[in-house]
């Protein structure tokens, strides 16, 4: 532990965290490093241990497999050798079936062994069919009772595939967990750039009077990837960029773009705020969608030079599939502030490049003093890069230098971490704020329902699908965009 965290008392309680899923990818690519930094930066309780629950591997085979995972996965770790002894320390396996209730009786005795009174947090890495007869599991064995100190459950993304399954999943698990004890990740609430919004909103008085229908033309919420659907078709095939992308982070960025200041800095004072935005969205229409959205898949291209397949060829896509590996939606937010104003939110894989960001643009000025008859100047835009290279931008118009009153776009950027301090990943941000029973980062079951709703219609509409329009990999040639921002000033935004 670092004098910092023990002086300022920042160190997390002492907890057993339960892996379920301790063999998979998001283990050894998220979990795992993010528990080996909080231990680097003093925020892991020396006596917190880390339950695996395994199937058919020795603990020494599960042990070597997950380190070689975050040395492979997690590189810019840089993992020591003496650094991971010390942390497999703290590492023990439980053998079973997530299937086998004997599992989660062996689960309850390795706990009771490690010592009784701890906390325990339960994380579900597994896919989603698992995650309420864990819960169950769980419940039988005795192990969700709070006697001896918190009990805490992480469910992964999806949640749920449409508004009757989040349901369903809901009141599973709220019969096994109550939902104090329930944290829905997800992880772009995890970033810190996502984080830094909200103090850029709410710890700067020239922001509130700017953040409204009289200012603001228009907002996009962005997620491009240049990578594919990596080996995961059989999730992807059956969730498709909507559901991926949209129903979750984008949606969640765009509460906190919309919301109004919470009262207070509480978990559910701010989830009630974004719960109004969400409830003041604009139904989408049945059969109405098209003007409001679009869908389309990436053919062939070049992405970073290298030659990329069709989505239709990658590994298990049927050669016929319409499944959309771009998205588009234009919401809107009928309340006070916002009525009018659309929210376009959109996602691709296979783009350009890699970045994601929020742009308000801002209305244009009403009309050109410094050429009458020439274009209005550029409308100004701030931009919240959200990564990579995360900060604020501002794009203003300025006087170019010389005897002439021509125009130049000046951009004021404020890098994030000007000083080149490290960014807090993610998954470590939020795992911290579960072991310090923090929810503030973490989806509400309402939250997550209302998302659903709203994008029923747009579901609805993709299971009709016959066809579906094709984008060259590499690029941001997507049909359909040019129309889908008619109206907004300064149209499409591409990230350069
Ligand atoms: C996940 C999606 O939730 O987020 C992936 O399932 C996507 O398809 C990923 O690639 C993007 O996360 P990030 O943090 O890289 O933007």
Redesign the pocket.
């Known amino acids: 532990m670092t004098d910092a965290a023990i002086e300022t008392n920042q160190t997390s309680p002492p907890t057993n965290i339960v892996i379920f899923g301790a063999a998979g990818d998001l283990t050894k690519r998220k979990l795992l490093p993010a528990l080996i930094n909080m231990q680097r930066a003093g925020l892991l309780h020396p006596d917190s241990v880390v339950t695996g629950v395994v199937n058919n591997r020795t603990e020494a085979e599960w042990l070597e497999l997950v380190h070689q995972g975050i040395v492979d996965y997690a590189p810019e770790l840089n993992l020591q050798e003496t650094e991971w002894q010390a942390f497999a320390e703290r590492m023990h396996m439980v053998p079973g079936d997530l299937g086998d209730a004997e599992t989660y009786t062996r689960l309850g005795e390795a706990l009771q062994e490690l010592d009784g009174q701890k906390n325990a947090l339960f994380y579900c890495a597994i896919p989603p069919q698992w995650y309420t007869r864990t819960a169950e599991g769980l419940q039988a064995a005795g192990l969700t009772r709070q006697d001896n100190g918190f009990r805490r459950i992480v469910i992964e993304?999806p949640f749920g595939m449409d508004l009757e399954s989040a349901k369903s999943l809901n009141t599973e698990l709220q019969q096994v967990f109550d939902e104090s004890q329930i944290y829905r990740i997800d992880?772009?609430l995890g970033?810190e750039s996502v984080q830094n919004l909200m103090v850029f909103r709410f710890a700067n008085s020239i922001m509130e009077p700017l953040w409204n229908r009289q200012y603001i033309d228009h907002v996009q919420i962005l997620?491009a990837?240049s990578?594919g659907?990596e080996y995961?078709a059989n999730y992807?095939e059956n969730s498709g960029a909507l559901r991926?992308?949209i129903q979750?982070?984008l949606m969640q960025v765009m509460t906190l773009v919309a919301m109004e200041p919470p009262v207070e800095l509480t978990d559910d004072a701010v989830r009630d705020e974004k719960m109004k935005v969400l409830r003041a969205v604009r139904p989408f229409e049945f059969q109405t969608p098209k003007c409001q959205a679009v869908f389309a898949q990436y053919a062939k291209g070049q992405v970073n030079g290298e030659k990329v397949p069709a989505y239709v060829g990658e590994e298990d896509v049927a050669p016929d599939s319409v499944t959309e590996t771009f998205a588009a939606a234009k919401f809107f937010v009928d309340n006070w502030r916002w009525q009018g104003v659309p929210f376009i939110l959109w996602t691709g894989?296979r783009m350009k490049k890699r970045v994601?960001e929020i742009v308000i643009r801002f209305r244009e000025v009403p009309f050109n003093l410094f050429d009458p008859d020439g274009p209005a100047p550029l409308p100004n835009a701030l931009v919240f890069r959200l990564?990579p290279d995360e900060g604020v931008f501002l794009r203003t118009n300025a006087k170019k230098p010389g005897l002439t009153t021509e125009m130049q776009r000046l951009v004021m950027r404020a890098p994030y971490a000007p000083d080149g301090s490290d960014v807090a990943e993610?998954y470590e941000v939020l795992l911290y704020d579960v072991l310090q029973g923090d929810a503030t980062l973490f989806s509400r079951a309402d939250e997550v329902e209302e998302s659903w709703k709203i994008i029923e219609p747009l579901l609805e509409e993709a299971k009709l699908r016959t066809d579906i329009k094709r984008y060259p990999a590499g690029t941001w040639d997507v049909p359909g965009m040019g129309p889908l921002l008619a109206g907004c000033v300064g149209g499409w935004h591409k990230p350069s």
């Open positions: 993304k992880h772009y970033k997620a990837e990578i659907i995961r992807y991926d992308m979750s982070h894989k994601s990564q993610a």
